[in-house]
């Protein structure tokens, strides 16, 4: 069973740092590329950022660019989500989602995480 | 960015059809567009339904099909049931970058 496990959320203060973690199981994980969606509280999803199976390859929001950082340990079937300069507007549950393939471009979300809930507080 | 456009709610009967569609601000969609669409119940993940334009997924009843209808991506749900009242999301690829659709609040009425 395809499973994905976010944990590292919390309350933090404007312009604080926060990693985000997604532990995943019953899958290849080195094959799929991975992508973090966020909801902030009662609104729509958000593509957050993505990587490619390897890692060689990533995308990020223009709302994240230059303030996230994703990453990815193959060996221990991590994906990460480094976030500093955080802003109220970041306020949100992160879902962690793997792709059906390597790529992130081409490949569809397949499973989806419980989330984690991420508040900043200005 | 582009922007995706879904109507922001719909009613549908018990055992009756709806479509629910995915617009966007850069023309038609295409298949190169990847169209996927996303169900998610209050309190829940969302959970990935029908993938590549009508591709469902393992769990999707046959009840849920997608396609593309004119210049937009299309869900459409026939014989719709109580359970499937919840919030639709429909998802378009611009070369790597994902771009979501405001959702649509489905009432199963």
């Known amino acids: 069973e395809v499973r994905l496990l976010e944990s590292g959320g919390s309350l933090v203060q404007s312009g604080g740092s926060l990693r985000l973690s997604c532990v995943a199981s019953g899958f290849t994980f080195g094959s799929c590329a991975m992508s973090w969606v966020r909801q902030a509280p009662g609104k729509g999803l958000e593509s957050v950022s993505s990587i490619s199976g390897s890692g060689s390859s990533t995308y990020y929001a223009d709302s994240v660019v230059g303030r996230f950082t994703v990453s990815r340990d193959n060996f221990d079937n991590t994906l990460y989500l480094q976030m500093t300069s955080l802003r109220a507007e970041d306020t949100a549950v992160y879902y962690c989602a793997n792709h059906f393939g390597n790529t992130y471009i081409y490949d569809a979300l397949d499973i989806w995480g419980q989330g984690t809930m991420v508040t900043v507080s200005s | 960015q582009a922007v995706v456009t879904q109507e922001p709610s719909l009613t549908v009967s018990p055992g009756g059809t709806v479509t629910l569609t995915c617009d966007s601000s850069?023309?038609?969609?295409?298949?190169?567009?990847?169209p996927c669409w996303f169900q998610q119940k209050p309190g829940q993940a969302p959970r990935t339904l029908i993938y590549d334009v009508g591709n469902r997924h393992s769990w999707t009843p046959a009840r849920f099909t997608g396609s593309l209808l004119g210049d937009k991506a299309a869900l459409t749900l026939s014989g719709a049931q109580p359970d499937d009242e919840a919030d639709y999301y429909c998802?378009?690829?611009?070369?790597?970058?994902?771009?979501f659709g405001g959702g649509t609040k489905l009432t199963v009425l």
């Open positions: 850069t023309g038609a969609v295409t298949s190169g567009h990847y």
């Open positions: 998802l378009l690829s611009y070369n790597g970058a994902r771009v």
